[in-house]
């Protein structure tokens, strides 16, 4: 009878102790996994993120968007581009109060930069010229004079007020200075049409063509050279979108998609 309780609190004994080994193992492995996750979630300065053409935020806090801009800015870092900036700066100066008659927001003073370089003498293909490289029907149509021996296309001041104009035009038709921006490249009944087929009116959701894409984040890059090369450097750099890539957010918990623009720069700058 001795016997069979010793061996009784001996299997227990022998239990117990089994059990406490597998907590402890247990334990010591949630400290090593606990180790290895970061105590703070990377943080980006919020001032790289404020970027925005004509009041409306760029979500650059997207990956996506992200690499498409650090690219664009790459693109123009280079000695021709600066040359550019150099040899540019007083047109601009004549654009920009231009535009502001027509209550054009100053970030398409760019646009002769991208279009023509700024270069009256340019000409596309297609028969589109000067400095903002209108159409001459278009030319005709906002009251420039373009024949055999007249072309105001080439004339800076005249060009810039019929681009006041139909820039103008374009916003009343469109409401978006990014949709603006998007149909002075494309035309506006082509994103008319692209806005009415895709039930969508949000410029970086829109699927539209590579080279329509593209002009936006163009024009951002050119203007970020011009106002802000510091942080166009950083851009340059890469580090911005490596921290962007190791931010991840808990699906389970925050629907990501549904986060406003302005909120996500304040998650991800850690303000």
Same mark, same amino acid.
């Given at each position: !009878? ?6 009784a609190f001996a ?8 059990? @406490? ?46 690499? @498409?801009?650090?690219? !664009? ?11 550019? !900036?150099? @040899?540019?700066?007083?047109? !601009? ?59 105001? @296309? ?5 060009s810039t007020h ?86 991840k957010v808990d ?21």
């Open positions: !009878m001795i016997r069979l309780i010793f061996m299997i227990a004994t022998i239990g117990s102790f089994s059990l @406490r080994s597998v907590e402890v193992e247990k334990k010591k492995l949630k400290e090593i996994e606990l180790t290895r996750i970061p105590t703070t979630r990377p943080t980006i300065d919020s001032d790289l993120l404020a970027i925005d053409f004509c009041g409306e935020v760029v979500p650059l806090a997207e990956l996506r968007i992200a690499r @498409r801009y650090q690219n !664009m800015i790459r693109n123009y870092d280079n000695a021709n581009f600066r040359k550019l !900036m150099a @040899r540019t700066e007083k047109r !601009m100066r004549i654009i920009e109060p231009i535009l502001k008659k027509y209550g054009v927001p100053a970030d398409f003073k760019y646009i002769p930069i991208i279009e023509s370089a700024m270069s009256e003498e340019v000409t596309s293909p297609k028969g589109a010229g000067g400095y903002w490289q209108f159409m001459p029907s278009t030319a005709k149509s906002l009251g420039l004079v373009v024949n055999d021996t007249v072309d105001d @296309r080439k004339h800076l001041t005249k019929a681009a006041g104009k139909y820039l103008r035009q374009l916003h009343k038709q469109l409401g978006s200075w990014t949709l603006v921006a998007a149909a002075y490249n494309a035309g506006p009944q082509h994103i008319l049409n692209r806005i009415d087929s895709q039930n969508n009116e949000d410029y970086f959701k829109l699927k539209l063509n590579s080279e329509t894409t593209k002009y936006i984040y163009k024009l951002l890059a050119v203007k970020e050279w011009f106002s802000n090369p510091q942080r166009s450097r950083e851009w340059g750099s890469g580090d911005v979108v490596e921290l962007l890539s190791l931010i699906e389970s918990k925050t629907n990501f998609k549904s986060i406003p623009s302005k909120e996500l720069v304040r998650l991800y700058s850690g303000s």
